[in-house]
C-alpha cells in the first residue's frame, strides 16, 4: 500500500519536473527569439536612421512599441509561467514534505545535501542535523559494503539503481528500507544523487514471516513426509500382515472346511425360518439325502412324520426361541432318514449372526450304536441283575424254606386233625370246617411266599411300572422274614405314609433292598449273642422329587480299608460272597436315574440309602 | 421232691408261629394228648411246672431266645424234660447240637404227623421213667442218708470189693462187729442181696 502510494507521488513529481523543464526550456527559447528579433531591430535602424528621415523613425517606432507590446506580453507570460512555477513548487515542496517516502539528496561525496522529514524520521535524527553528515554512518553495518557498491554505481554510470538496504535506527534497532537512487546534474553542473527511501519494514518483516512460515511449513511437509513414509511403511507392513493372515485364514478355512465335511458329525445350518442353508457330508451319510435335496428345503423334511405336523406350527411359532434355548445343551432326539426309518441323535446346537441375520447350526451325532449298546447293556445288567438275583436267591433259600415249611406244617396238623375228627363217632363238621379254612389260608400263604420268590428268580425283560415303594418294601421283607427269624434280627419299618408313586422295575428294586437287608444280616450276625440285632428300614420324601430309602444296621461297620472297594464288581468280604451284589444294586439304581450310597461308622452300624426319582403323570418314559 | 403225682402226662409245645402252634394243638388234642403252647421260650421257663410229666415240642428259630438256648438253659435248670425239636429248615450242626445235648428227636417241618405222635409218646415214656428212676433213686439215698457214719463207712468198703475180714482189718473192728454193720445195712438199704445192693451204691454213687 505504502510502497504503491509512494509510486504514485514519484511519478507525480517526475511528472512536475517535466513540466518545469519544458517550461524552461520555452523561456530559453523565447528569449532568444527575443533576442534575435532585438538584434535585428537594433541592426536596421542604425542603418535606417542613418539613411531614412521621418518616416524611418516613424517605423522605428512603431517597431519598437510594438516590441515592447511583444515585450509585455513576453513578460505576462512569464509572469503566468513562473506562478505556475511556485504554484508547482509549492505542490512540490508539500509533497516533499508530507511524502511517506523518503527523499534525500546526496553530493558525489555521498554527503546529505538534503532530505525530507520522512527521510528524516527514517534515519531516526532531526532534520538539521544531517545535512554534511555522510549517509553512510545510518546504514547498517552488514549492508556498508552493498550500499557503497551501490553508490559507487550511481556515480559512476549515472543511472538508476535499486536496493533493499538496512538502516540503524535507535528506537527499533533495524529498519528495512528500499532505496531507489538516481544520479542527475545539478545546476553547478556537479553529480548529485537522489534517493527515494522507503520503509519496507513490514514488507520485509512479513517477508521473513513468511519465510519462516515456509521454513516451519517446510518442516511440516518433512516431519509431515516422514509421518507419512512411516505410515506408509506400517500400511505395507499392516498390509503384509494382512496377506500373511488372508494366508493363514485360507489355510485355516481349508482345515476347517476339511473337517466340516471329514466330520462324523452332522452339521447342519438353517436360518430362522428353519430353511437348510448348508450341511456337510455326514449329514448325506447320516439321512440319506444328498446335498442338492436339503439345502434349500425346510429342516422339517428330516423330522419325523407323525411330529411333523407339530413341528411346523413349532418352527413357525417358536423356532428361534426354541433353538436359543437349546443352545449349549444336548439333546436326544429322533429324525428320519430319506427312507423314513428313524435315527436318535444326539443334537447341539450353536448360534451365530452375520449381518445382523441369525442362523443356527446344528450339530447331530448318529447314536444308533450307542443306543444299541446301551440297551445292550441294559441287557447285560438285566442277565447280571439275574444272576445275581439267583446267587442272592441261593443264599436267602433257607431262609425262604423255612417261611414256606411254616404254613406247610400247620397244613399238615390242620389236615390230619380233620382225618381224626372225620374219623371219631360224632364228627364235628363245624369244627372241620373251620379248620379246613385255616387250611386254605396258610396253602395259600405258602403259595404267596412261593410266587413271589419265583417272581424274583425268573429271568424276565425289564418291565417298568408305577409302584408304591413302601409295598415294595413289605413283599421284599416278606422274602427275608424266615432269615431274619433265623438270625434273630428285629427289623423296624419307618416308612413314610403318602410318598407319590415310582416308576421302576419292581424285581429289580426288589432285588436291591433284599441285597442290602441281607448285607445287614451277616454284618448282624458277627455281633455277640446277646446284642440286640436291629435293622431298620426308612423312606421318606425330598424336596428334590426323590424318595430315599434307608436301610440301617447296628452292625460292627464297614472297616474303613474296606469302603472304597465295596462297591466295586468282585470284591467280596464273605468267604463265599461273589462280590457282585453291592455293584449291581447300584448300577441298578443308576440305570433308574438315583444314586446308591453308605455311610459307615465302626462298632456303630452302616446305613445303604438309595434315592429314587418320583413318577409324575407328564414323564413321557 | 416226692413222688410223681397221678397225672396225664403233657406235651408243651413252644413255637412262635400261631398257626403251627394251632394245627398242632388240634392234632394233638385229637389224638388224646392235652396240649400247653408257649410263643416263646420265656414264656415257657417262666410258665413251666416242673412236677408236670410229660415232653417239649420246641421249634429250632424263634425270636428271642432261640430252641437250642432254651435247651443249654433247661439243662443248666436240671429241668430233664425230653425235648422233640421241629425246625423249619434243619441244619445238620443245629440237629448235632441238640443230640448231643439229648435231644429225643429233631423233626423237620413239615412233619409226618405219625411219626410226631409216636416219638412224643416215646419221649412222655423216657420222661415217665426217668421220672420214675429218679423217685427210685431219691429213695435209695434216703435210705442211705439214715445209715450211720460207721454204717456207710463198711458199705463202701463192702461194695468196692472188700471181705468182711480186709474191712475189719481196715476200720480196726472185729468181723464180728462188720457182721453185724452188713446185716443193719441190708436191712435199711432194703437189700435183699449184695448184688442190690451194689446197685443201690451205684445210685448213690458211691462206685
Keep these: ?621 | 421232691m416226692t413222688a410223681s403225682k397221678p397225672l396225664t402226662p403233657l406235651v408243651y409245645l413252644v413255637d412262635d408261629e400261631y398257626a403251627v402252634r394251632d394245627s398242632l394243638t388240634l392234632l394233638l388234642e385229637s389224638s388224646g394228648q392235652p396240649v400247653k403252647c408257649f410263643e416263646s421260650a420265656e414264656d415257657f421257663l417262666a410258665n413251666y411246672d416242673a412236677s408236670q410229666a410229660g415232653c417239649l415240642l420246641l421249634d429250632v428259630r424263634m425270636p428271642g431266645m432261640s430252641g437250642l438256648e432254651l435247651q443249654e438253659e433247661m439243662l443248666r435248670r436240671h429241668i430233664t424234660l425230653p425235648i422233640i425239636f421241629i425246625s423249619g429248615h434243619a441244619e445238620i450242626p443245629d440237629s448235632a447240637k441238640a443230640f448231643r445235648a439229648g435231644a429225643v428227636d429233631f423233626l423237620e417241618k413239615p412233619f409226618n404227623n405219625e411219626t410226631l405222635l409216636q416219638r412224643i409218646e416215646e419221649a412222655i415214656n423216657k420222661d415217665l421213667a426217668s421220672r420214675e428212676q429218679y423217685s427210685e433213686k431219691q429213695q435209695i439215698l434216703e435210705r442211705f442218708n439214715h445209715l450211720t457214719m460207721r454204717e456207710k463207712e463198711v458199705l463202701t468198703l463192702i461194695v468196692t470189693s472188700h471181705s468182711n475180714k480186709e474191712a475189719a482189718k481196715i476200720l480196726d473192728i472185729s468181723n464180728r462187729t462188720i457182721d453185724v454193720h452188713r446185716a443193719h445195712i441190708m436191712e435199711k438199704m432194703q437189700a435183699d442181696s449184695l448184688a442190690e445192693l451194689m446197685v443201690m451204691a451205684m445210685q448213690c454213687e458211691l462206685i
Design chain 1, 1 to 621: 500500500m505504502n510502497n504503491q502510494h509512494a509510486k504514485q507521488f514519484e511519478f507525480e513529481l517526475e511528472n512536475i519536473f517535466s513540466k518545469c523543464e519544458q517550461a524552461q526550456f520555452l523561456l530559453n527559447q523565447q528569449h532568444q527569439n527575443i533576442r534575435k528579433q532585438t538584434e535585428s531591430l537594433v541592426n536596421k535602424t542604425g542603418n535606417g536612421i542613418a539613411l531614412s528621415t521621418a518616416e524611418g523613425i516613424q517605423n522605428m517606432i512603431f517597431e519598437l512599441q510594438t516590441y515592447k507590446k511583444e515585450l509585455q506580453l513576453q513578460n505576462d507570460e512569464l509572469i503566468r509561467a513562473r506562478k505556475e512555477l511556485t504554484a508547482s513548487l509549492n505542490r512540490f515542496a508539500k509533497l516533499y514534505n508530507f511524502s511517506p517516502v523518503g527523499f534525500i539528496t546526496l553530493n558525489k561525496e555521498g554527503l546529505i545535501q538534503e532530505m525530507n522529514p520522512a527521510a528524516a524520521q527514517l534515519l531516526d535524527c532531526s532534520l538539521d542535523k544531517f545535512i554534511c553528515t555522510k549517509l553512510e554512518d545510518y546504514i547498517h553495518p552488514s549492508d556498508l559494503e552493498d550500499y557503497r557498491f551501490f553508490f559507487h554505481h550511481l556515480v559512476s554510470k549515472q543511472s538508476d539503481a535499486l536496493m533493499d538496504i538496512r538502516l540503524k535506527n535507535r528506537t527499533s534497532g533495524c529498519i528495512y528500507a528500499e532505496c531507489r537512487g538516481k544520479s542527475s546534474f545539478n545546476g553547478q553542473n556537479e553529480i548529485e544523487i537522489c534517493l527515494s527511501i522507503n520503509n519496507i519494514t513490514d514488507r520485509k518483516l512479513a517477508e521473513h514471516a513468511i519465510a519462516e512460515l515456509n521454513e516451519k511449513l517446510e518442516e511440516k511437509v518433512l516431519q509431515q513426509t516422514s509421518d507419512l513414509s512411516e505410515s506408509n511403511l506400517n500400511l505395507q507392513r499392516k498390509i503384509a500382515e494382512l496377506n500373511d493372515s488372508k494366508h493363514q485364514l485360507m489355510e485355516r478355512e481349508a482345515k476347517l472346511n476339511s473337517i466340516f465335511n471329514a466330520s462324523i458329525e452332522g452339521i447342519i445350518t438353517v436360518d430362522m425360518s428353519g430353511i437348510i442353508v448348508s450341511i456337510n457330508t455326514a449329514v448325506e451319510s447320516i439321512f440319506g439325502y444328498s446335498e442338492k435335496e436339503l439345502i434349500g428345503h425346510s429342516i422339517s423334511k428330516l423330522i419325523p412324520l407323525k411330529k411333523k405336523k407339530q413341528h411346523a406350527e413349532y418352527l413357525r411359532k417358536y423356532f428361534p426361541t426354541h433353538l436359543s434355548d437349546l443352545i449349549g445343551v444336548v439333546k436326544e432326539v429322533e429324525w428320519q432318514r430319506k427312507d423314513h426309518s428313524l435315527v436318535p441323535l444326539d443334537l447341539s446346537i450353536a448360534e451365530f449372526s452375520i449381518d445382523g441375520i441369525s442362523y443356527f447350526t446344528g450339530i447331530v451325532r448318529d447314536v444308533t450304536l450307542r443306543k444299541r449298546q446301551e440297551q445292550k447293556d441294559k441287557e447285560h445288567l438285566e442277565e447280571l441283575a439275574h444272576v445275581t438275583r439267583l446267587g442272592l436267591m441261593g443264599e436267602m433259600a433257607s431262609g425262604i424254606a423255612h417261611e414256606v415249611n411254616q404254613p406247610l406244617t400247620a397244613i399238615a396238623g390242620y389236615t390230619d386233625a380233620c382225618l381224626r375228627f372225620i374219623q371219631s363217632e360224632n364228627p364235628d363238621l363245624q369244627k372241620i370246617g373251620q379248620i379246613l379254612k385255616k387250611t386254605n389260608e396258610q396253602a395259600l400263604k405258602a403259595g404267596q411266599i412261593i410266587h413271589r420268590m419265583r417272581e424274583f428268580i425268573k429271568g424276565r425283560k425289564l418291565h417298568r411300572t408305577t409302584a408304591d415303594i413302601n409295598a415294595l418294601i413289605h413283599d421284599a421283607a416278606s422274602l427275608c422274614a424266615g432269615d431274619l427269624k433265623q438270625n434273630n434280627i428285629h427289623l423296624k419299618l419307618e416308612l413314610e405314609e403318602g410318598l407319590p408313586p415310582i416308576y421302576v422295575d419292581y424285581v429289580q428294586i426288589e432285588q436291591v433292598i433284599l441285597n442290602l437287608v441281607k448285607n445287614s444280616m451277616d454284618a448282624l450276625t458277627v455281633l455277640p449273642v446277646n446284642t440286640k440285632r436291629q435293622l431298620i428300614i426308612r423312606t421318606h420324601l425330598n424336596d428334590s422329587n426323590t424318595i430315599t430309602t434307608l436301610i440301617k444296621d447296628n452292625g460292627p461297620g464297614i472297616e474303613p480299608s474296606e469302603q472304597e472297594k465295596i462297591l466295586t464288581p468282585f470284591y467280596s468280604t464273605k468267604p463265599s460272597g461273589m462280590g457282585m451284589g453291592l455293584s449291581i444294586s447300584r448300577s441298578i439304581i443308576e440305570s433308574h436315574d438315583g444314586i446308591l450310597h453308605f455311610n459307615s461308622k465302626q462298632r456303630k452300624g452302616t446305613s445303604f440309602y438309595f434315592t429314587l426319582p418320583t413318577w409324575s403323570k407328564s414323564d413321557d418314559r
